[in-house]
């Protein structure tokens, strides 16, 4: 092979790596995770893949991911809701609150759309009528609806409540085979409308650029308001199944979601920026790899709070390396 070959060869292989870096990274990570607690957690003597194991795991990545594949929408715009983890809590609140009282989980969760609609609608919409970052609007929700529960359960007396209407029966939603199907539709429906459709197409181009797409006749508002009714729709989902696993909600059901999304997103790596490289895929590895963390990490002897910190540990790093990228940004 001449020179100039070999010279060709290693620029189209830099041209690719710059392309798919990122996608090579994420997965990388995930597959380094599966070897690692494999080897890790059997030396332990208690396997990850062990029957009990595997079932808290599919739980966590199912509602981790659910509440991700719909927050891929809001951060290709190049924003993010900081108020998903309160309105997880408020959800679960209500479907039991509401299902005790009913019998219902139609009616409970018919109310949690009408609430997540209308926040989604104030967030998506606010930071353009307002002229500010959509992310102090979902900041605005965070305090409200942590008021709101905080009411709530001091009405109640208790700071947990279950689930205990005899009509209502919760092990479908324990079932792996239910949620692994509901988070298939959910990942279908979404990349349909994120690949396929001019909500998806016009959302990576607000993200990539707000000026250009505006001046091609984008109507703003609405581009930015329908992607966080997809997200307030994936976040009731992942609020029943969240109820659903436990059969009840308590005051600090939810603390930390919007951490856990984030941290899942850059693990499968979204680009913070948004635009035109937001993938969906990002959502689904990110998941896996974070659940794997979080619960392969107490297995092999890692306390349950340090786990925090390496979220946050995560979460610095990657925001040093965005800030300090040409061009670099974090979510607004």
């Known amino acids: 092979m001449t020179a100039i070959a070999q010279e060709k060869e290693k620029q189209t292989l830099q041209q690719w790596l710059k392309k798919h870096g990122s996608s090579v990274a994420s997965v990388g990570g995930l597959l380094f995770c599966v070897i690692f607690f494999t080897i890790a957690t059997g030396i332990k003597g208690e396997s990850i893949w062990s029957a009990s194991k595997l079932s808290t795991l599919i739980g966590d990545v199912i509602v981790t991911a659910l509440m991700a594949v719909g927050a891929v929408f809001i951060y290709s715009l190049g924003n993010m809701d900081v108020s998903i983890g309160k309105q997880i809590g408020l959800y679960s609140t209500l479907l039991v609150i509401i299902g005790n009282a009913t019998g219902s989980l139609l009616i409970a969760i018919l109310v949690c759309l009408v609430i997540a609609v209308v926040i989604g609608i104030v967030n998506g919409s606010a930071g353009e009528l307002l002229h500010m970052y959509s992310v102090i609007s979902s900041v605005v929700f965070m305090m409200v609806l942590s008021g709101i529960s905080t ?57 990539a650029n707000q000026t250009a797409t505006s001046q091609s006749g984008v109507n703003i508002i609405l581009y930015r308001v329908i992607p966080y009714i997809f997200l307030a729709v994936c976040l009731v ?28 997103l850059i693990l499968g790596g979204m680009p913070l920026k948004g635009g035109m490289k937001s993938r969906l895929s990002c959502a689904i590895i990110g998941s896996l790899t974070f659940s794997l963390l979080a619960v392969g990490l107490p297995i092999i002897g890692v306390p349950t709070n340090m786990t925090f910190l390496i979220k946050a540990i995560i979460f610095l790093v990657v925001v040093l390396i965005t800030c300090r990228q040409k061009g670099g940004a974090l979510p607004r």
Not at 156 to 167: A, K
Not at 238 to 264: C, H, I, P, R, W
């Open 237 to 264: 989902t992942a609020s029943l199944f969240q109820m659903g696993y436990t059969g009840a909600a308590s005051d600090s059901t939810g603390t930390g979601f919007e951490m856990n999304v984030m941290v899942s």
């Open 151 to 207: 009411i709530i359960y001091s009405n109640l007396g208790t700071r947990n409540i279950s689930l205990t209407h005899p009509d209502i029966n919760l092990m479908l939603f324990r079932q792996p085979w239910f949620m692994v199907l509901v988070l298939a539709i959910e990942t279908a429906v979404i990349g349909y409308f994120f690949y396929y459709t001019k909500f998806g197409k016009y959302a990576r181009a607000i993200g």
